[in-house]
């Protein structure tokens, strides 16, 4: 019985989060596709009905979709460091005036988490973790799931219904993490995309600095398609992090300050954490995450 009702204290704490995300779409069976539920499961969901509706998979996925804490240890703070105000400016701009830009820079300053926050926040704007969808079929079929399209009929189809629907929406933006993983086919589909919704959506396209080292190479050996890609991205690699080193490591290390003084615990020893994370907020995390377990 005490089992039972973990897991069903643990459904509720998503069903909440489901109805707090659903204020960033149009209808209630838009959320559904985005989310991978069934359109009249789903709205059985927020009205309370909610045992054995769906398997603990769908609800997993979910959670994780929508970065639920289901540990019930202390959530992890979002701080507005130099990194996230920067890309937080950008990704605004590309959404408002349907600007594309690339963003080249190191790993572990916060890139991503930046991303997903603002996408989790902001309408209309979705985010694509380009690793997980490396194919130009998964690319398709992941893009036009964040937008709430539901996968019918062929492969030309699909596409056709998620330009003519972006062209439909307010501002859109589109967010490529990881665009480095992504395979030449899939990259080739984004100019298709970025073709047919030119003027009416934002792009911007991340990773760090083998984004650059592979677009370049393939520029270099006139691979068909990468320099019209360049060229739709604005002919030009952003970056966040100063590219002197002195400044770079003073500029890194305010930034995972920040993070780390709104995140350990109160006993931690901050400057030892900040002088073993070496700017990196993914070390600085790790570690704060060893002490939160061992206060638990």
């Known amino acids: 019985m005490k089992k039972e009702q973990l897991e069903l204290d643990v459904i509720l704490k998503i069903v909440e989060a489901i109805k707090e995300d659903r204020e960033d779409y149009e209808n209630n069976n838009q959320h559904a596709r985005v989310l991978g539920i069934n359109e009249s499961v789903y709205n059985q969901i927020i009205k309370g009905k909610v045992e054995g509706k769906l398997d603990k998979s769908v609800w997993l996925n979910v959670a994780r979709r929508l970065n639920v804490n289901l540990r019930n240890d202390e959530a992890w703070v979002t701080v507005e460091t130099p ?6 400016q950008q990704l605004e701009d590309c959404q408002a005036q349907s600007l594309s830009k690339i963003l080249c820079d190191l790993p572990n ?5 930046t991303a997903k926050v ?28 964040e937008f709430g399209l539901v996968k019918r009929g062929k492969y030309e189809d699909l596409l056709d219904d998620l330009c003519y629907y972006i062209n439909s929406l307010d501002n859109p933006l589109i967010i490529l993490d990881e665009a480095g993983d992504l395979k030449y086919e899939a990259f080739l589909e ?3 995309i970025w073709n ?5 959506c934002g792009w911007y396209m991340m990773g760090a600095t083998g984004l650059r080292a592979k677009i370049n190479k393939a520029i270099e050996n006139e691979k068909q398609g990468y320099e019209e890609i360049f060229s739709r991205f604005n002919d030009d690699y952003g970056f966040v992090t100063p590219r002197e080193s002195e400044e770079r490591q003073r500029y890194m290390s305010v930034n995972v300050t920040a993070v780390i003084k709104a995140n350990a615990p109160k006993d931690a020893d901050i400057k030892k954490l900040i002088i073993e994370s070496r700017g990196s907020l993914r070390k600085a995390k790790n570690s704060i995450k060893k002490l939160r377990l061992g206060a638990a």
């Open 118 to 145: 603002y996408a989790s926040r902001t309408k209309n704007a979705v985010y694509i973790d380009c690793s997980l969808c490396k194919t130009k079929n998964k690319l398709l079929a992941k893009i036009a799931q």
């Open 196 to 200: 047919a919704t030119e003027e009416h």
């Open 83 to 88: 990194v996230f105000i920067y890309i937080t």
């Open 109 to 113: 300053i916060g890139k991503s988490h």
């Open 190 to 192: 984004l100019k298709a």
